[in-house]
Nanobody
Framework: VQLQASGGGLVQSGGSLRLSCTAS????????MGWYRQAPGKQRELVAAVTSGGSTNYGDSVKGRFTISRDNLKKTVYLQMNSLKPEDTAVYFC?????????????????WGQGTLVTVSS
């Protein structure tokens, strides 16, 4: 199983970016999907998460500015980021809790993407 994230980049304060993350492999079921971020010198924190049923949860600092969504057929989670601020600058990691098939058995696991850098200039 692999998670491939894309969409990071450099944007001015007040701008927007859209991150995408697609899971690949023999995946039977994806439960929660989410985005986390880690700024230099800080701990990784939850940005947003979405359950298989579509319920969402956001970190306090991004509520009202970011929107998480998922496409189950495409095994993809998105993060629309609007009204970006310099303090949103971080490496963003996607995460998925899923069931896969590997080596003749079902496996439940917590997987991470490689991270994509978002830089917001003031």
């Amino acid at each position: 199983v692999q998670l491939q994230a894309s969409g990071g980049g450099l944007v001015q304060s007040g701008g927007s970016l859209r991150l995408s993350c697609t899971a690949s492999g023999i995946i039977l079921r994806i439960n929660n999907m989410g985005w986390y971020r880690q700024a230099p010198g800080k701990q990784r924190e939850l940005v947003a998460a979405v359950t298989s049923g579509g319920s969402t949860n956001y970190g306090d600092s991004v509520k009202g500015r970011f929107t998480i969504s998922r496409d189950n057929l495409k095994k993809t989670v998105y993060l629309q980021m609007n009204s970006l601020k310099p303090e949103d600058t971080a490496v963003y990691f996607c995460n998925a809790v899923l069931t896969s098939w590997s080596e003749d058995t079902y496996r439940n696991g917590d997987y991470w993407g490689q991270g994509t850098l978002v830089t917001v200039s003031s």
